[in-house]
């Protein structure tokens, strides 16, 4: 016995000289837990009532948000005789260090904030009121409706819910944002039991446990957690001022100082750490020993105790003591603390544990063990005899809270020691494993099913007798389908509008003869020489728009294009095309997301994770990219007006931009909207790196006709702001422009404008050598002056979803729009965004009232596809196309046609293109 404790002298000595200061838990736990990025979902938020709520419901209480009424508001006026409460449900128990409140803007209109508080929260089974270190339960609020309010939690609590209390002693009406920081509590102490800390300390200090939340007992805080556990390090007591509050809890003149842990689990504990003050001079000593109890019930404890003195001399004023305890079992354990001095003053205890299996314990840890611990092991014995086939080697859990170690094995607490529940217990997890391996087994033999019928309907289809090219089913790179976001089934009874062709091929020779000798496109493409290619007006961007002059008196001349965003015009976007809306997933964790590690999925139709853009091959930007510096902005210019949806990087906001300089117009804005990309809280830096190297490229994109990158938020979460258009994305405007009795409906003219307009930005694009991937009505937006810009952030919005394919690779497919080799063969090029221009041409004329071959399925779409890799080759199997819209004309389709030639090399470039089209218009 001597020797153990020599031994442990040793240790302690060598931990006293080498041990580190608790890390402070204001350096670790500052994860914001979901209430702004929606993290939290709204069904987590609820509230004791609400004064409308659809509007000013708890589920609108998000920080920084602007949705609906904009705040949540009660349905009462607060006042000292009227209680009303927000509450938030983590799930689970979190250690919670900061809050953030906000009151109600409501775009100016609301006036309404909490200028003080109080908090609530739960833990087992009780609400518990918050107090700070003075000893206050009601905390600063907010001083006006648009300025964040976050405020340090100098006592941090462990909660599983919270409830935010506002409070005023007048009556008024109030509305309240918030957000909760913090992170899962992974201590797995459910209480202690302390002695009554000293309300008088040397130099008149508090002493108390001001945090604990249990209750008294005879000189005995129990049944509660307080400050010797909450990660908060007690300041240096050497210049601590008299009569202050601290973070210390201390004791006078007691033999001894016994504290009693609880956990929710028996655990194996390596380690435990104590911090202690240490000024002489003050009368206040580290203790001269220390004596560590361990119980399995924590009405008996083992009779041989850790034991450990300190003899070494401290020449600092704290100190972290490291206890090991040398893998001792238990869920209690008893510190026994003999004071040296007067005083002895602690702040916290923290111990490294591990969850262990009660069964699993070896022999060699019960040593000293009472008769009622040993009633446990016995059980436990008798069970490992009748069940021979154990694996020794997995009896021992590693399951620990400081050191994660390998070979783990599942959490296996016995309930009770009775082998026929036990046997019970068995019996049903077997039944379970069996059910899960049949219900795996049968969801591979379907997919594996979907597959050999898709293959066998492509044969069917694509297969010849004749000589020729045949489709091998391995070269297509498009994965088959997990989702097929509605349309497989729904689609079939859609009848077909009157669109296509009624062959359902592309026009006769006869025809095309036709238009070989006298359409206006055959015309223009005899000019196609070098020389002509290289002639462009100066002016020609005020050809495109003239026609549209006599319908809109609000419309100036395109030569003034600088000058026509001065005012922000509010129209309503919405979305008639699509009335299905696909129901809101949320995540079953809160705070882990905000330290999420983002991989980039494998993706086949995209280079980057930021962009649909193809821009890391073949990009020549040298004349650009370094005469553009994009500007960075903080995120409080930025007042949010919806959550258009996320990417796999982060989340994707309509924002209204204050202050930000326009890159038409070289000059400060006063207000615009824009589009904000927001990458995840806490993303790794190699992501940030690849997110700045997309952007600065896309930065150098300086086109009137593409939507361009403004501005980088210069804090977290770090993000990119886009251009947009004040009337909203095109389908819409269209839409609205329709249904609209007091403005003129959208005429040919004016289409025609819209697709000179995007043929004007591909080509731009193409002269970068920058594939698109996404091109669709979808994707322009249409501003003031009715100019129209290429974007690419209808892949990130849910409102949009109903027009994508989803992959095998989780990915989003604009299948209905792609060319049929960017489909099967993966080719992602300019040639192929001309054959999605097609497609988006088809769209503006036929005012975007349904989408491309709405009566196919996606699978018969990719079928369609197949039929092109063969069109030449197999009689009646050629593929069909798109009809000529009612209003187009002739010479407009037979360029469409042409753009969805088989041979990417025949089809137009967008070159080509615009220049007909400014011949069509002046024809």
Known sequence: METVVLLLEVLIVSALSSEEPIKNVFGQCLHPLGMEEGKIPDDAITASSSYEMKSVGPQNARIRQEKNGGAWCPKAQISGDVREFLEVDLTQDHLITWTETQGRF????????????????????????????????????????????????????????????????????????????????????VRYIIPKGETFGPDGW?????????????????????????????????????????????????????????????????????????????????????????????????????KIELTEEIKTSSISVSIPLLSRVAKFIKVELKQKSKWLMISEVNFETRKIQLCAIPATARNGTTDASEQFFRACENESESNETMDKSNSFI??????????????????????????????????????????????????????????????????????????????????????????????????????????????????????????????????????????????????????????????????NERNYQDELTSTPFSNKRHSKTNPKVHEGYYAATDILTIKRRQQRSTSSLFTPLQIQDGIHLSN???????????????????????????????????????????????????????????????????????????????????????????????????????????????????????????????????????????????????????????????????????????????????????????????????????????KQTSQADVWSYAITVWEILTLCKDMPYSDFTSEQVLENCSKWYHSGTVEKSQPRILSQPPCCSRDLYHMMTKCWSKHAEERPTFEEICLFLKRLGFD
């Open 624 to 826: 650009t990219s370094n005469s553009y510096n994009i500007q960075h902005v903080s995120r409080h210019r930025l007042r949010i007006m919806d959550k258009l949806g996320e990417g796999s990087f982060g989340l994707v906001h309509l924002c209204e931009a204050k202050g930000i300089q326009c890159p038409d117009l070289n000059s400060v804005r006063n207000r615009q909207v824009v589009i904000v990309r927001s990458l995840w809280r806490g993303v790794t830096d190699s992501l940030k790196k690849d997110f700045m190297k997309d952007m600065h490229v896309l930065a150098a994109i300086r086109d009137i006709n593409v939507a361009r990158i403004i501005a980088l938020v210069e804090e977290e979460p770090f993000g990119a702001v886009f251009e947009y258009g004040e009337l909203g994305d095109l389908p819409s405007f269209i839409k609205n422009r329709e249904s609209s009795s007091e403005d003129a409906p959208i005429s040919y003219a004016c289409q025609l404008n819209f697709v000179t307009q995007i043929a004007s930005g591909m080509k731009y694009l193409e002269n970068l050598n920058i594939p698109h991937c996404d091109l669709a009505a979808r994707n322009c937006v249409v501003s003031k002056n009715l100019i129209l810009k290429v974007s690419d952030h209808a892949m990130y919005c849910s409102k949009y979803d109903q027009e994508y394919y989803v992959n095998g690779y989780y990915a989003k497919v604009p299948l209905r729009w792609m060319a049929w080799e960017a489909i099967l063969l993966g």
């Open 398 to 559: 590693n399951e620990t809270v400081s050191d994660v170690k390998p070979n783990l094995t599942p959490d296996a607490f016995p309930i009770n020691n009775s082998q026929t529940y036990i046997g019970l217990i068995s019996g049903a997890l077997t039944v379970g494993a069996l059910l899960l391996t049949c219900t795996v087994f049968l969801m591979k033999q379907r997919g594996r099913n979907k597959v050999a019928l898709l293959q066998k309907h492509t044969a069917l289809l694509c297969g010849s007798p004749k000589t020729g090219i045949t489709i091998n089913m391995k070269d297509i790179k498009m994965a088959n389908p997990i989702v097929v976001n509605g349309l497989s089934q729904s689609r079939l009874s859609i009848k077909s509008k009157g669109f296509f062709s009624d062959d359902n091929t592309i026009r006769s020779s006869d025809q095309n003869s036709e238009y070989e000798h006298c359409s206006a496109y055959e015309r223009t493409y005899k000019l196609f020489s070098e020389e002509n290619l290289a002639y462009e007006p100066a002016s020609h961007k005020g050809d495109h728009y003239s026609a549209c002059k006599s319908e809109y008196s609000d419309v100036t001349d395109f030569t």
């Open 106 to 189: 409501g775009n100016g209109q609301g006036q309404e904030y909490a200028e003080s508080f109080s908090l609530e929260y739960w833990r087992g089974s009780n609400w518990h009121h918050y107090k700070n270190l003075k000893g206050d339960k009601i905390l600063r609020g907010n001083s006006n409706t648009y300025l964040v309010e976050k405020q340090k939690l100098d006592l941090p609590f462990v909660a599983s819910r919270v409830r935010f209390v506002p409070y005023s002693q007048h009556p008024r009406t109030v509305c309240m944002r918030v957000e909760i920081y913090g992170c899962v509590w992974e201590e797995r102490i």
């Open 206 to 306: 508090n002493l108390e446990d001001t945090s604990y939340d249990g209750s008294e007992r005879d000189d005995l805080m129990v049944d509660g957690l307080g400050q010797l556990i909450d990660g908060i390090i007690g300041e240096d007591p050497e210049i601590l001022v008299s009569s202050s509050s601290t973070n210390w809890v201390g004791w006078n003149n007691l033999e001894k100082v016994e504290i009693i842990f609880e956990f929710n689990d028996f655990r194996e504990f390596e380690n435990c750490t104590i911090h202690v003050a240490h000024v002489p001079k003050k009368e206040v000593e580290i203790f001269s020993s220390a004596l560590v109890w361990f119980s399995f019930d924590g009405l008996q404890y083992q009779t041989n105790p850790e």
